[in-house]
């Protein structure tokens, strides 16, 4: 990372280079929100010394959110919110013998005092991740709040547009 690039906020962790198609509309929607993000693979399982290292240190290199993306067994986000304060928001990935279900279960059974907010499987899950992460920091940051208000709107114009669109069919029925 260069000296000019802001100090990331959101830290986007992978147990897999195979699960960055799926990471990478969060890291779109982080980008489209001004939000500085960093991306890295580790593994709970292959890697736990990287992943808690990772998670340790977060806070003082100034991460003030981690998503955390994984299938099957699905440990990464409870092994880093072991090891960290910052929030962490669970991806679970689909995929293996029961499409999802295992990395899902696995995301959402966390003990008591290790929380990991859980989005939704499927493409939607990374964005949602990633808006969750925009609303946590949009806390402290009036001008993220307004981006957020912005983006509302934008959702809302959308479906009214639909709405308009779908009454002229009907209409047309007669």
């Given at each position: ?5 802001p100090t990331p906020l959101v830290g986007i962790i992978m147990g897999s280079d195979s699960d960055w198609p799926l990471l990478q509309k969060g890291a779109e ?132 547009e639909g709405d308009a669109k779908v009454q002229a069919e009907v209409a047309k029925l007669?």
């Amino acid at each position: 990372m260069s000296s000019a690039t802001p100090t990331p906020l959101v830290g986007i962790i992978m147990g897999s280079d195979s699960d960055w198609p799926l990471l990478q509309k969060g890291a779109e929607t982080l980008r489209d929100f001004g939000v500085p993000f960093e991306v890295r693979v580790m593994s709970a399982h292959r890697t736990p010394e990287i992943a808690s290292e990772y998670a340790a240190t977060a806070e003082q290199r100034g991460l003030q959110v981690l998503i955390s993306a994984a299938g099957g067994a699905a440990h990464l986000g409870g092994v880093l919110a072991a090891h960290t304060i910052l929030p962490v928001i669970g991806v679970p990935v689909a995929g293996g013998a029961v499409n999802g279900l295992d990395s899902l279960l696995a995301t959402i059974q966390m003990p008591a005092g290790i929380p990991v907010a859980t989005v939704t499987l499927g493409s939607a899950g990374p964005i949602n991740a990633a808006l969750v992460a925009v609303q946590i920091l949009a806390l402290a940051n009036p001008e993220l709040r307004q981006k957020l208000h912005a983006y509302k709107e934008k959702l809302r114009r959308k479906v009214a547009e639909g709405d308009a669109k779908v009454q002229a069919e009907v209409a047309k029925l007669g």
